[in-house]
């Protein structure tokens, strides 16, 4: 047995031959996994309200991290007033099954979804000789179809832009490409508000004459 096993054997004999924890520190406290609880140490036992207890993966040790802390900043929110999304692939059913779950997932935030609409499909054909060396007259054409679906959200802030956004492209399926288009309300500009005739010289009457 080590020489730390036998400290904490030893201390946890004393602890507990003074009478142990009362009914209310037994609720609060963590216990080690030595066997033996310590209230008074930091490191060993904590409040069940302010520490977390996650167990390591593949260790079988509980790590203790503190919650963190919201911080709040002075920075205005970005206001976009449209919000367009537009996906393509080669396969249609790929873009309903995504057109559903981003829809879904838009609903559940409470996004106004404007309208979705599918724009004209592109095909690209390619023709070729069937065989690779002979037989010129005879060719083969190859097809290639892209199907696009685009979906328009409308009067969004940037917090919850940043975060639909980020949902839907990390489960964006294989072999579909995305194309995000923001439309941002900004404040005009001080030049731009006040008036011109204001910035203009004076005109004097031997000008003007």
Known sequence: MSRAG?????????FWSRGGLTQAQSSHAVLHPWGA???GCSFLSG???????T???HTGKPSYAIPPKITETDEADALYKRIS??????????LDSYEY????????????????YEPPKKIKRLTVLKSVHIFKKHRVQYEMRTYYRCIELKHLTGSTAR???EYIQRNL??????????????????????PVWNTLPPVSDHQSQ
């Open 173 to 194: 399926p294989e072999g579909v490409a995305m194309e995000v288009t923001t439309t941002a309300i900004e404040k005009l500009p001080e030049h731009i508000k006040r």
């Open 85 to 94: 999304v537009l996906v393509k692939c080669h396969d249609r059913a790929v």
């Open 163 to 165: 975060v639909y956004l």
């Open 47 to 53: 409040s069940v309200s302010s520490w977390k207890i």
């Open 55 to 57: 167990a390591g993966i």
């Open 101 to 116: 779950f981003a829809t879904l997932a838009a609903s559940e935030l409470d996004i106004h979804v404007e309208k979705v």
């Open 6 to 14: 036998c400290v904490c054997r030893l201390l946890g004999r004393q």
């Open 37 to 39: 609880a310590f209230p």
